[in-house]
DNA sequence: GTCTATATCGCGATAGAC
DNA sequence: GTCTATCGCGATATAGAC
């Protein structure tokens, strides 16, 4: 047996997620889940904190991908084109994410445990952005604003896009951000 | 000691709250819970599905107070300034339990397990919101856009609020809303 | 109201990896 | 050899079944 972390990490990961897809989320426990993946019940808690969280590896990517495209903007922008610009540069991450985003998305949909778990992932993110505009010197207030409301805007898109699949996202964004605008702008 | 479920609810949303303030949400068992409300551990289970749950009461209040608003504006007015509506018409609620709920607010934002769950009924509270507004007649995609970056403003309000509570609630509704016009329109 | 499953975590020992 | 991941065992508290 390969001594590695990361190996066993990837292969609870893969574990957990075939025995929730089989079973439900509630009828499987983390035994089964450390049984199929080799190692020890015991083994499992080290790598994850509890029973939801090998679920949520793909957040942690998204936050890096957000992390990074803000970065990527020129600190001159103002905080909501700043923001919107960002938005723009992980479309194409998270479109072509898709598929995986969606086997999970069905998951998590129908457990509240789990989607509990992914709003507060959701709410860390918005945070983590207000940040970051804070550091590019958005005063915190806006920057509270900006961040709660665009990432609300990409996250209604996430939807929509979800709904019909056939339109590229971007679209999606564009088309929720204009429907804002001539909402809020009345 | 008083037989009536609803005493015995309250004291053990008393106890609850009492004891999660002193020792940490963390450090307090359900038994020690029940033991200081003066009934068993099953009791409380039988009110509450879980340890978290007894602190979201005033949660509960929440959506009626929404609800209630919502149905108060005339189905004539378009989505955005219903919404728009319906929260000046619950800030007066909000405000008087500003005590309450600040010495709530600090024991959820210490504790992870109760971000959750907040962070979850906030969802919750805007598919509410939402389904309300298609009651009303909105399209699905244009209800839930304005559920989410109105209540969104709405919780960054009483943020800023928090921040500043010498200011009435309904002038930082106000401020929030004005920026985001500005932010958004243009 | 009792009983039990199971998620979670602490600890000392062991065994691959470098 | 020194890490560091894993094991094996045990303890506790939440949550749900009967």
């Not at 426990?29 to 450390?34: H, L, N, Q």
Request: proline share 5%.
């Amino acid at each position: 047996m390969p001594r590695s972390g990361k190996e066993a990490r990837a292969r609870l990961e893969q574990a957990a997620l075939e025995l929730y897809l089989e079973h439900g989320f509630d009828a499987v426990t983390t035994a089964e889940i450390a049984a199929r993946a080799g190692v020890t019940e015991r083994t499992y808690f080290r790598h994850f904190p509890d029973k939801r969280e090998v679920l949520f590896e793909g957040e942690r990517r998204l936050t890096g991908w957000v992390t990074e495209a803000l970065a990527a903007v020129p600190d001159e922008v103002a905080p909501w084109p700043a923001m919107r610009r960002a938005i723009d540069l992980i479309v194409p991450s998270l479109e072509e994410s898709g598929r995986a985003g969606n086997r999970l998305a069905a998951i998590v949909a129908t457990t509240p445990a789990l989607r509990e778990r992914a709003a507060a992932k959701e709410a860390n993110l918005v945070a983590l952005v207000a940040g970051l505009l804070v550091e590019r010197g958005a005063p915190a207030d806006e920057a509270d604003l900006v961040a709660l409301t665009e990432w609300g805007v990409l996250a209604h898109a996430i939807r929509t896009w979800r709904a019909a699949p056939g339109t590229p996202l971007q679209r999606h964004v564009d088309r929720a951000f204009a429907l804002l605008g001539g909402l809020a702008g009345a």
